[in-house]
């Protein structure tokens, strides 16, 4: 039986999804694969490469232990969950960092965006403060907080401090005065304009600098528990390295980095689904 063109038509307006996904989905899959193809091209150079150097002796194994020790060591650490349980000790300091010094950023950078007068008076203190880097903190950080917990979790809310608060800052000023001027005329109050109005506006930059707090925060996490920490996935790093057994220092490396690889693309995807949003709301 045929469809008539008009028919065809209404039944496109009635079932659009379920004619377009197959095909849109399809479409998905293929582009995500050539992604991923594209994406493993140099990490799988680089271990061939390597295998090629450890099994011809180009480097020694003390110096670059074969691609197969290391994949022995991981299998190892993951078998006797040490790698799993350092792991969760520098995510639970990430979060508490994160939490503290993203909640202080976004709060400072609300102020200063709202108020110009908050601006004057802590803008100047707050940026030189928050700009020296984190490491120069470290001294100073062990005097006040000893070298318990409470020094690493307070470097960390020092790295995601600024990121935040700038980005809240400049998304508040970037709030087009259209916007105020519809808050005005609804009568709405500070709370509600706030609410309603600026934060939904201001969404991008607070999404911008949350993913960099995010990523800072994780580097200083390393660094940190590779110089004073009994425990976490930088300790491992570092004591690997004095026990001269590099296959947990390499192990220890790629955790690092694939962990901080999901977390951004975990920040970007958030990003891209506001971007979505923001532009499906801005044409209906």
Same mark, same amino acid.
């Given at each position: ?7 065809? *038509? ?20 293929? *582009? ?151 808050? *005005? ?100």
């Amino acid at each position: 039986m045929t469809i008539a063109p008009v028919e065809y *038509r209404q039944s496109q307006r009635l079932f659009p999804v379920s004619l377009t996904f197959p095909a849109a989905l399809a479409g998905q899959i293929r *582009r995500h694969s050539v992604l991923v193809a594209t994406a493993l091209v140099l990490p799988v150079a680089v271990v061939a490469v390597w295998s090629l150097a450890s099994r011809y002796e180009l480097v020694a194994p003390q110096i670059l232990p074969a691609p197969s020790i290391v994949w022995d060591t991981a299998l190892t650490l993951i078998s006797s969950g040490q790698l799993f349980s350092e792991l969760s000790v520098s995510l639970v300091r990430l979060a508490a960092g994160l939490a503290i010094g993203g909640a202080g950023g976004l709060l400072i950078g609300l102020l200063m965006g709202l108020s110009k007068t908050a601006e004057d008076y802590l803008a100047p203190t707050v940026r030189a403060i928050w700009l020296v880097p984190s490491l120069g903190w470290l001294p100073f950080f062990m005097l006040v907080f000893g070298i318990g917990e409470t020094l690493k979790i307070a470097l960390i809310a020092k790295a995601c401090f600024l990121p935040l608060m700038i980005n809240s800052f400049d998304g508040v000023r970037s709030v087009s005065p259209k916007h105020r001027e519809v808050a *005005r005329t609804l009568e709405l109050g500070p709370f509600d304009t706030l609410r309603f109005v600026i934060l939904p506006a201001a969404l991008p930059h607070l999404l911008t600098g949350f993913r960099l707090s995010l990523s800072k925060g994780w580097q200083v996490l390393i660094l940190v528990e590779m110089i004073a920490s009994a425990a976490g996935i930088g300790f491992l790093m570092t004591w690997g390295r004095k026990s001269f057994q590099l296959d947990i220092v390499l192990v220890t490396m790629v955790l690092i980095g694939a962990i901080g690889w999901l977390m951004d693309r975990g920040a970007v995807a958030i990003q891209e689904r506001h971007a979505v949003w923001a532009a499906r709301s801005t044409t209906s």
